[in-house]
């Protein structure tokens, strides 16, 4: 099989993929009790705006699928965060971009502030070999998640006292449809996490991190190949992923097959 030619139309597919695994994650933070995080989704025209009162970082209060045909909507964003005092993290793709959409954003203060790569390939049928020293495991039970929790959250640079956070945030997606999690294993010990999702045909590979100590080490590319190869078993088209342009986890990507599919401008208020 062939890697697509990239077009519009797959475009609009790989973006909806990361809007479906984003609203789905998002989701199931807000399904907690009382909705205890303060999380807020709303919809304006096809754009897709993302609030989560207790974590201010832009990765959770994020803009997504917005283009040309809700130019008019941007006023209502901007108020939107501004009236939560967040600064969102506003992703501008070239599918549905236009000078009219990038002139509202500025109008309404608005700037942009980096790059982001979107990268896609194919599944793999093969599971490419491991170092020996790694072991992969899907977590399928709660005892499973503590330490993915544990894992996630140190890699993260957060200390454990911290810990239940990541749980409470992240167990709805444990057996929640279209989700895949997995911790992997250096000489025994957990080292690393990485989350997969499926909608559409597609595999978006999501969250992933390393604790610092076993960094470079292959944990992330065998975490990819593996999830690749998983696209493959559940029948997917199309694997994507997402990345800080020319970072190590891009270059990973690339190793394992996957291609630039476009670079992302973002957008956000100004300090």
Known sequence: MKLPIMSETLARR????EIDYFRSRISSIAERAGNPEGVEIRTFGSTTGFYIKTMPWGLFNSVKGLSDEDTCKVGDIAAFYRERDRKPQVDISPVGSSPKLLSSL??????QE?????????????????PDSVD??????SAQ????????CAASGMSLVHKHHFIN?????LHRPGWKLFLAYTDGIPAAVAAMHIS???????????LPPYRRRGLQTALLQRRIHEAYKEDCELVTAQASFASTSHNNMERVGMQLAWTRAVWTFPQ
């Open 106 to 111: 500025t109008e309404h203060g608005l700037v």
């Open 14 to 17: 790989l973006q909806q993929a």
């Open 136 to 141: 992969i495991h899907e977590i399928t039970d």
């Open 145 to 152: 998640f503590d330490q993915y929790a544990e894992v996630h």
């Open 169 to 173: 945030n992240n167990i709805g997606l």
């Open 200 to 210: 559409g045909g597609i595999a978006s590979c999501a969250l992933a991190a390393t």
């Open 114 to 130: 980096g790059f982001h790569s979107v990268l896609y390939g194919l599944p793999l049928q093969e599971l490419p070999a491991v």
